[in-house]
């Protein structure tokens, strides 16, 4: 995962973003509602009160980065799901977590961010909850994908389950790295369309998922373009602002909620079957 600083999500906990504001502006879907969708969950009726959460602070290398597991536990109790972040750290916080009982344990290092399921023994991660979050917030804000053009920045391991979801999803997805090998596996793999220059890409697409580590200049970017973006470090400048419709950017939220309702929803198919 992008390893993220404490600046960047010390708003976190507050919401001080207000996220369910911006994505009902341009979704008409809160988070809550969006994790469901994105988890194949909306509709029908799983209760994700009956679930419990433990966040496990991991001091492997770089460390831990402050403010984090109090984020992803306000995060995930703002579904409406029971959060705690354990009293320790590591194999020790695991430990803790299923004496406690937990259903899910999320935890993360500088590599990868999980959610485990301990009901099931199955897990998910970050990069895959975060493409399929931005994904379907993408597709709702642009009132469906289904024959329309979409450009995806970015082909590593966020962008390159994007653009097989968005695939999936109907969109004529293309592809832009600054390296081309990268690109050009996921034309291979998924029949989608490769562009080198980010510039050309940005001049013939208003729909947008933006999974690089690229600040995007204001002026190259088309009006009523629309953005769903949770590449970090994440800027537009103010012409970029008034050119786009919409950006939708946090900088955990998304990717961490949905990760957590598909953890959950392992138990409920089971279950349910």
């Known amino acids: ?99 406690r009982g937990s259903d899910i344990i999320m935890m993360a290092d500088d590599k990868r961010f999980v959610a485990y399921n301990t009901r099931c023994n199955r897990f998910t991660d970050n990069a895959y909850g975060t493409a ?58 998924y029949g989608v369309k490769f562009e080198p220059s980010m510039e050309k890409g940005l001049a013939d697409h208003t729909l947008v998922l933006n999974a690089a580590p690229v600040i995007i200049p204001g002026e190259l970017i088309s009006d009523g373009t629309i953005f769903s973006t949770p590449g970090v470090p994440h800027y537009f400048d103010s012409e970029g602002r008034r050119r786009a419709k919409f950006i939708i950017h946090d900088p955990l939220e998304i990717g961490t909620a949905v990760m957590a309702v598909n953890s959950a929803g392992f138990s409920f198919r089971q279950e349910r079957n």
């Open 1 to 99: 995962m992008t390893r993220l600083t404490a600046d960047l999500i010390e708003g976190v906990p507050s919401d001080k973003i207000n996220l369910d504001s911006l994505l009902l502006s341009a979704t008409g879907r809160n988070m809550r509602e969006i994790a469901l969708e994105a988890a194949g969950l909306d509709g029908t009726g799983i209760d994700l009160s009956a679930y419990t959460v433990s966040v496990v602070p991991i001091t492997s290398g770089l460390g831990i980065i402050g403010g984090f597991s109090d984020s992803v536990s306000a995060i995930v109790k703002r579904l409406g799901m029971d959060s705690e972040v354990t009293s320790n750290t590591d194999v020790a916080g695991f430990s803790e977590g299923v004496e």
């Open 132 to 189: 399929m979050g931005y994904s379907v917030v993408l597709h709702d804000a642009a009132r469906g994908l289904d024959g329309k053009d979409v450009l995806v920045i970015g082909a590593g391991f966020v962008g390159s389950h994007a653009v097989r979801i968005l695939k999936d999803m109907g969109a004529n997805v293309t592809v832009t790295d600054i390296i081309r090998e990268k690109g050009e596996r996921l034309v291979a793999k």
